[in-house]
Structures are given as C-alpha cells and as structure tokens.
C-alpha cells in the first residue's frame, strides 16, 4: 500500500511542481471531498433502504468510496502554503498506521 501511496505522491509533485496551491483550491478539495462521503452516504442509504428508489447497489457504494479515496489522496498529496510535500511519507503512514492497528486491536478485544 505504501508503494502506491508513493507512486501518486512522486505523480503529483511532478505534474505540480509549478503551480501555486492557494487557500481557494484547498477549500474546493475539502467540498469536493464532502461531496464524495455525501454520495457514499447516498448509496449506502439506497442499499440499505427497503424501497431503494434510486435502485443502488453495493458496486455504487464501492465506486462512491474509492472517489473519497483518490479527493483524499489529492488533498493530502497537496502542497500548502506553510509546508512543502513531505519528503518522509512513508513516516506519517507509519505513525498513522500504528495508531490505527492500535485503535483495532482495542475494538477486536472489546468485542469478545
């Protein structure tokens, strides 16, 4: 998973590298990002509503949750105004990781 992660981070500098990331564009990626969980949220509602009016399916509720994945991967990929990209990324994936493997190891034992 870290490769990949990698391979969109070096894809991302490169094709960025001289563009000016403004508070503006920021914004648009955390709406655009909103948008995406709202349309989860939609095709989860649909697969889990007995009428399903708009006739989802688990497929839609996938595809809606890998358009959050890549908005979240643009975001988090972006330069900002304080900070130039990461050079370790590896190292914030590592730490967050840890604290996740830790958060479900705690649910997996309070379950039994």
């Known amino acids: 998973m870290t490769d990949i992660l990698k ?3 070096d894809a991302k ?3 960025y590298k001289d563009l000016d990331i403004s508070k503006k564009r920021l914004l648009r990626r955390g709406l655009k ?4 969980c709202g349309e989860v949220c939609e095709a989860i509602f649909g697969v889990t ?11 839609d509720v996938r595809e809606e949750l890998v358009d ?3 908005v979240a991967l643009d975001a988090l990929f972006s330069e900002f ?3 130039e990209l990461p050079d370790k990324f590896d ?4 730490v967050r990781s840890v604290i996740f493997e830790e958060k479900i190891t705690k649910w997996l034992k309070d379950k039994k």
Do not use: A, P, R
Not at 33 to 36: A, T
Not at 49 to 59: A, I, M, S
Not at 91 to 94: C, H, K, L, S, T
């Open 91 to 94: 190292d914030v994936v590592e």
């Open 13 to 15: 500098k490169k094709k």
């Open 33 to 36: 990002l909103s948008e995406e």
């Open 81 to 83: 105004e304080d900070e």
């Open 7 to 9: 391979m969109v981070f």
């Open 68 to 70: 959050v994945i890549i």
């Open 49 to 59: 509503d007995e009428e399903n009016y708009k006739g989802k399916t688990y497929d």
